[in-house]
C-alpha cells in the first residue's frame, strides 16, 4: 500500500468544505456520569475530569485519552428512545446502518467505511459479547440496552490493546451494578405489526459488600407488509429455480409475505466491593431468512428462519497491591449456536428448504498491570490467551444436524443427491501480550504508546502499534493526534465455507452435476489496517463539540473471486464452476465526524437538550491483481443525525429526531460504470418519542410513544449481495408506532 498519510488533512477538509456548503454539522456526543446524573448538569471541571475505560483499557479522564470516544448515558438512551444498540448506533456519527437488507445479519452495520460487525467488536463491561469465532451474526432487538448505565464508543482501529477485528473500533456496553439500581423496572411495550415487547430489570445491595442486578426482555414483531407498502417490489411474482428457466411456485399460489423476528435476553451481575464482577449476558434471536431477497428468488415463510443463541459468562477481579500496583484479570467463556432449525429456501436450491447449522466457543483469560511509575507516567502490560472451538457452517443439507453427534458422526447430505455432507470442526488458539506507556509532558501534553503482539494458531504473527499526543490548548479545547494499526483474522466460516448445491442430475461418467459452488480457502489469511486521526474537541457549560479527521488504508482484504480452474472437491460431483475468498483487495478510507450537544434553560419549566451529528466519508476500493477500482459500498457520504429533547420539569419530554443521508452506495457495480456502485436515493427520516413520567400523579408509572418515520416516507436502504438472488436496494418500513407502559420502583 502507498503511504498517503501526507494527505490525511487535505482530502477530509477539502469533503467538509464541499459538505459544509449543503449540511449543517451537528453531532450527538456525551461523557460517562453517575446514576442518575445527566451529561450537561454538570459543571465544566466535572465534565473534564470524567473517566471512561475503553480507550486505554484503564479508567482515566476523557480528554487525555487517545483517539475519539463518544459516550451515551442511560438518561439519553431513554430520552431518545433507543431501545437496542441499533437504534443507538444508527444516529451516532461514522456509522451506517442498512435495517432489514440481509438474509444472514438482517441488519448492516458499517462504521467508518468498515462493513459487517466482524470489523469492529462489541463488549459488555470490557468483555467480548458478539460472536465468540466470529460467525455470521444479527444485530437487532438482542443487544438491548435496559440495563446500561453508559455506551463507550471508541473510533478507529484499536487492535494494540483489544486485539482481532477491531478495525473500525470497539463499543463498549457498560451495564448497572445492583447498588446503582437500588430497585427495578417493568415495561410492557405494544405497537404496530404485531411488535410486542415485555422487559424487567431489579437491583439492589444485598449487604456484606455484594450487590446484584438481574434483567430481561422477551419481544417478537411481525415487521411491516412490504407487499403492501411496496406492491412493485414485492407483489406476487412467480417464484423461479436458481437458472429462471422453471416455475417453482405460480404467483397466483404465492405465500403471504411475512418476515417474523423474536428476540429475547438475560442479564445478571453480581458485583462484591470494586473489586469482584461475575456477569452472565445470553440472547437468542430468530428472523426470516428471506429478509433482502427478490420475491422470485426466495419464499417469504414463516418456516425460513435461522435461529441463533449466545451466552458469555465472564468474571473480573480487580487488586491492588499497592497505591501504584493494580491488577485486573478477566476470565470469559462465550458459546454461540446457529441453531439446527435454521434454514432457507432460496433460488440457490431451486426454493428447496436446505438447513444450517454452526457453533462457536471461547474461553479465554486477561491479566492485566497497571504501574504508575509516578503521577506522570503510568505502565500497562498484560498478556491474553484464548482457546477456540468451532463446528463450520457445512453446506446446503437436506437434513438437519443433530447436536447430540460430533461432526464425523452427522448423516448430512446434499440436496436431491446421496452424496455426503462433510462437517468440520476445528480447535485453535490464540496468545497475545501487549504495552501501553502513558506519560504526561507538563500540564498541557499527554502521550500514549502501544504495542501489542499476537500468535494465532492458524494464521500466525501480528504487531500492531498505536500512538497518541493529546495536547491540551486551554482548560476546555484539546487537539489529538492518533495512529493505529489493526488486524482482521479469518473467521472459520469465511475460510471453509461451502454454498452452493447439485441439480440431481448425472454426466457421463455417473458425477452429481452443480453448476457453481463457493469452495473453501484453506490459505486465507488477515486483513490489516493502519489509520491516522486528527481530533479537536471543546467543552463549555452546558455543551460540547468533538471534530475528527481521518484517513485509512487496508490491505489483504478478503473477495471473492471465479477460480481459473473449477475446484473439485466433492467426491461423485463434478463442478462447472467455483468461486473462493482470497486475500487480494486494497482500499482507502478518510472522512470526517462532528459532535455538537448544547442544553439551553428556556425558563423555569422548560429545557431543552439540542444535539446532532455530521458524517462524510469517501474512498476507493482497489484490486492489484486486476487493477480495478471502485467505490466503497454500504456508505453514503453525508449523513446527517440530528434531534431535540425538550425537558418540561423532569417530567415529561418531547423528542424529535432526524435522520438525513445522502444516495448509499450498494453492493452490486453500477452496469454503466464498473467503477460506480449501483445507488439508494437520499431520504430523510423523522422519528418521534414521548415520555411521561408519574401517569396520574402515580409514582413511578410512566409510558412512552414511539412514532418511526412520522411522516410515512417511502425510501430505500443499500442491499444486493453480489448474486441476482438479492435486491440491490431494499425498501423500508413506513410510519410505525409503539405504546410503552412502564413502572419504576425502589427497594
Known amino acids: 500500500m502507498n503511504v ?97 437488507s440481509e438474509s444472514s445479519r438482517v441488519n448492516d452495520v458499517t462504521m467508518r467505511g468498515q462493513f459487517k460487525h466482524r470489523r469492529f467488536i462489541i463488549l459488555q463491561d470490557g468483555v467480548q459479547v458478539d460472536a465468540p469465532v466470529d460467525d455470521i451474526l444479527a444485530i437487532s432487538d438482542n443487544y438491548p440496552l435496559y440495563h446500561v448505565k453508559q455506551v463507550e464508543v471508541v473510533y478507529g482501529p484499536n487492535s494494540a490493546l483489544w486485539g482481532t ?178 434454514s432457507f429456501r432460496q433460488a440457490y436450491t431451486d426454493l428447496a428448504a436446505t438447513y444450517k447449522y454452526a457453533k462457536g466457543e471461547r474461553t479465554g483469560i486477561d491479566q492485566q498491570f497497571n504501574y504508575a511509575w509516578s503521577d506522570t507516567q503510568t505502565l500497562t502490560a498484560g498478556f491474553t490467551f484464548q482457546d477456540f472451538y468451532a463446528i463450520v457452517r457445512p453446506a446446503d443439507s437436506a437434513d438437519r444436524y443433530d447436536p447430540d453427534r460430533s461432526p464425523e458422526d452427522q448423516a448430512l447430505s446434499y440436496l436431491n443427491i446421496d452424496l455426503p455432507v462433510v462437517v468440520r470442526d476445528l480447535d485453535y488458539t490464540n496468545t497475545a501480550g501487549y504495552l501501553q506507556l502513558q506519560n504526561r509532558w507538563g500540564e498541557r501534553l499527554f502521550s500514549t504508546l502501544g504495542l501489542r503482539y499476537d500468535r494465532h494458531s492458524e494464521f500466525g504473527e501480528s504487531w500492531n502499534p ?28 469465511e475460510a471453509n465455507i461451502i454454498y452452493g448445491s447439485f441439480t440431481g442430475e448425472t454426466n457421463e461418467a455417473g458425477e452429481y452435476i452443480s453448476y457453481w459452488m463457493q469452495v473453501p480457502n484453506l490459505n486465507l489469511g488477515p486483513e490489516k489496517l493502519r489509520s491516522l486521526e486528527l481530533a479537536y474537541s471543546r467543552y463549555w457549560e452546558q455543551g460540547g463539540l468533538i471534530a475528527s479527521s481521518y484517513y485509512s488504508e487496508a490491505g489483504d482484504l478478503m473477495s471473492t473471486i471465479t477460480t481459473d480452474e473449477p475446484v473439485q472437491f466433492v467426491e461423485g460431483g463434478h463442478i462447472f464452476t467455483t468461486a473462493m475468498p482470497v486475500n487480494q483487495d486494497e482500499a482507502v478510507y478518510y472522512g470526517l465526524d462532528l459532535s455538537i450537544d448544547q442544553r439551553f434553560d428556556l425558563n423555569a419549566d422548560w429545557s431543552a437538550d439540542l444535539w446532532g451529528a455530521y458524517s462524510y466519508i469517501d474512498g476507493e476500493i482497489r484490486s492489484p491483481v486486476s487493477g480495478a477500482e471502485s467505490e466503497l459500498n454500504y456508505i453514503a457520504h453525508h449523513k446527517l443525525r440530528f434531534g431535540i429533547t425538550f425537558d418540561y420539569r423532569d417530567r415529561f419530554f ?84 409503539m405504546a410503552t407502559v412502564a413502572y419504576r420502583f425502589d427497594l
Open 4 to 100: 498517503l498519510f501526507g494527505r490525511v488533512l487535505l482530502r477530509p477538509l477539502h469533503g467538509l468544505l464541499s459538505a459544509t456548503l449543503v449540511c449543517i454539522p451537528m453531532l450527538a456526543t456525551g461523557v460517562q456520569v453517575q446514576a442518575g446524573e445527566e451529561l450537561l448538569d454538570l459543571s465544566l471541571n466535572e465534565l473534564l475530569e470524567l473517566e471512561v475505560f475503553t480507550p486505554a483499557k484503564r479508567s482515566q479522564p476523557l480528554r487525555d485519552t487517545p483517539g475519539t470516544t463518544l459516550v451515551v448515558t442511560a438518561e439519553q438512551i431513554r430520552a431518545r428512545g433507543y431501545r437496542n444498540l441499533l437504534d443507538l448506533m444508527e444516529m451516532l456519527p461514522g456509522f451506517d446502518v442498512q435495517r432489514l
Open 165 to 342: 477485528d477491531a478495525f473500525g473500533g470497539v463499543i463498549n456496553i457498560i451495564t448497572r451494578r445492583g447498588d446503582e439500581i437500588q430497585g427495578g423496572t417493568v415495561a410492557l411495550r405494544r405497537g404496530a405489526d404485531g411488535f410486542q415487547y415485555n422487559q424487567a430489570l431489579a437491583g439492589d445491595a444485598l449487604g456484606a459488600g455484594w450487590s446484584l442486578a438481574v434483567g430481561g426482555h422477551d419481544h417478537e414483531t411481525e415487521h411491516a407488509n412490504l407487499a403492501g407498502i411496496y406492491p412493485e417490489v414485492f407483489g406476487p411474482v412467480d417464484a423461479l429455480s436458481f437458472s429462471g428457466d422453471r416455475v417453482i411456485v405460480p404467483a397466483a399460489q404465492r405465500e403471504p409475505f411475512v418476515t417474523p423476528e423474536e428476540t429475547r435476553s438475560l442479564f445478571l451481575r453480581a458485583d462484591y466491593e470494586d473489586r469482584l464482577t461475575l456477569g452472565l449476558q445470553h440472547h437468542r434471536i430468530q428472523h426470516s431468512s428471506s429478509i433482502g431477497a427478490r420475491p422470485a428468488a426466495a419464499l417469504y415463510d414463516a418456516d425460513a428462519i435461522l435461529a441463533s443463541e449466545n451466552t458469555t459468562l465472564y468474571a473480573t477481579y480487580n487488586h491492588a497491591f499497592s497505591d501504584r500496583l493494580t491488577s485486573r484479570t478477566m476470565v470469559d467463556y462465550a458459546l454461540r449456536e446457529l441453531l439446527p432449525e435454521s
Open 466 to 493: 498505536r500512538g497518541s499526543l493529546v495536547y491540551h490548548a486551554s482548560a476546555s479545547d484539546t487537539w489529538k493526534l492518533t495512529y493505529g494499526e489493526a488486524f482482521r483474522a479469518p473467521a472459520p466460516t
Open 654 to 737: 418531547i423528542t424529535p429526531k432526524l435522520r438525513i443521508n445522502s444516495e448509499t452506495n450498494a453492493n452490486p457495480p453500477d452496469p454503466l460504470d464498473p467503477s460506480k456502485r449501483v445507488q439508494a436515493p437520499g431520504y430523510g427520516v423523522m422519528d418521534l418519542t414521548l415520555i411521561a413520567e408519574d401517569l396520574f400523579d402515580i409514582k413511578g408509572l410512566d409510558g412512552h410513544l414511539d412514532v418511526s418515520n412520522v411522516f410515512d416516507r417511502r425510501y430505500y436502504n443499500a442491499g444486493g449481495q453480489g448474486s441476482d438472488v438479492f435486491l440491490d436496494t431494499k425498501p423500508q418500513d413506513g410510519r410505525s408506532w
